[in-house]
């Protein structure tokens, strides 16, 4: 920048706006942008569906769960966090994490895996407060990228076994990866052809949306199919496994009963690995799109920025945040 001539004062940037303590993302918003925005808008709506349905499985709740936890986190992570392009939404690895923390707890006891999910919400979001009101942002650079995705990856192939027996319509084998492994290839004989087929279309359908149709949610396409097919050609009554019922109307609000203090105190150390996990994955994301539209994150408020959705989850019994994770729009 050039000097100011001798005798006039250096010229001076005017001072940045202080960001607004909520919806801090919509500060500087254009209205040229809503055309887009409403686009994005419906492609999430579109997507977040069935993966709040299929999500909530993985994390061993029932699936209109995921639908309490989806819908309300939109609006508070909007609300409080501070990327202009993720929102919070459902996450295989938390989901899987979630699961593997709360098995031990539950005991085979469906209402108290229920209640020690929502449990591990509350303590999720207690660290994720304290780390954020203590500007522990900062940790999220020093966890190594390889490790990271390497967990990531070693959760993907936990997932991947443990949904294999359904879309073969076979029992679950109980134990680490190589034994539930070990189990499906011994139950091969046992396939249910029935179910493989609607498994098998149901994939081709969202593979070839994501290759020549990428416009078209492909997974709700294939939720839409299948709900159809099932209705038409009674699946149930031909063997195939299906959701059954869904209870209507709105999830009654309370907390969850694990045992006074000391279960919240015993889900310290899995809630600590779910908030790294989700927080870190995000944050990475958050950073890549701001850098590209020229804007900047704050780690400190990603934090702080996941409390509210996990919250309002835990309070009206749905989806615990460990099934949540920002994702770009």
């Known amino acids: 920048m050039a000097a100011s001539p001798p005798g006039q004062p250096s010229p001076t940037r005017p ?62 992570y909007a609300a409080a966090g501070s990327s202009r392009h993720l929102v919070v939404g459902p996450m295989s690895a938390t989901a899987a994490l979630s699961a593997a923390s709360v098995a031990p707890f539950a005991g085979g006891d469906s209402a108290l895996y229920i209640a020690f999910t929502a449990a591990l919400a509350i303590v999720t979001g207690i660290l994720g407060l304290l780390a954020g009101l203590l500007r522990l942002g900062f940790i999220a650079s020093f966890i190594s990228e390889p490790v990271l995705k390497g967990f990531i990856v070693g959760l993907a192939l936990t997932i991947l076994i443990g949904q294999v027996p359904k879309f073969f319509g076979v029992p679950k084998s109980e134990g680490d990866f190589f034994q539930q492994t070990w189990g499906v290839i011994t139950h091969l004989g046992d396939t249910q052809w029935l179910t493989l087929l609607v498994g098998c279309l149901s994939l081709a359908v969202v593979l070839v949306c994501r290759r020549w149709l990428p416009m078209v949610p492909g997974s709700l396409v294939a939720v839409l199919l299948g709900t159809g097919a099932s209705v038409i050609f009674g699946l149930q009554a031909r063997g195939v496994d299906i959701v059954g019922e869904i209870d209507s109307g709105l999830p009654a609000v309370g907390l969850p009963n694990v045992g006074g203090l000391s279960g919240y105190f015993d889900l310290a150390g899995p809630a600590a690995g779910v908030l790294i996990v989700g927080f870190a994955e995000g944050l990475g994301a958050a950073k890549t799109y701001a850098a590209k539209a020229g804007y900047q994150i704050s780690a400190n408020r990603e934090l702080v920025g996941l409390v509210p959705p996990i919250w309002v989850r835990v309070f009206a019994q749905g989806w615990s945040s460990t099934a949540a994770c920002r994702r770009p729009r």
Do not use: H, M, N
């Not at 887009?36 to 993985?58: F, H, M």
């Not at 709740?61 to 986190?73: Q, R």
């Open 15 to 76: 001072p940045a706006a202080k960001p607004w303590p909520a919806f801090a993302s919509l500060q500087g918003y254009r209205r040229a942008w809503v055309r887009t925005d409403v686009v994005a808008g419906l492609t999430v709506w579109a997507v977040l569906v069935p993966e709040a349905l299929a999500y909530a499985s993985i994390a061993g709740v029932p699936p209109v769960v995921g639908l309490y936890a989806a819908i309300p986190s939109l609006v508070l």
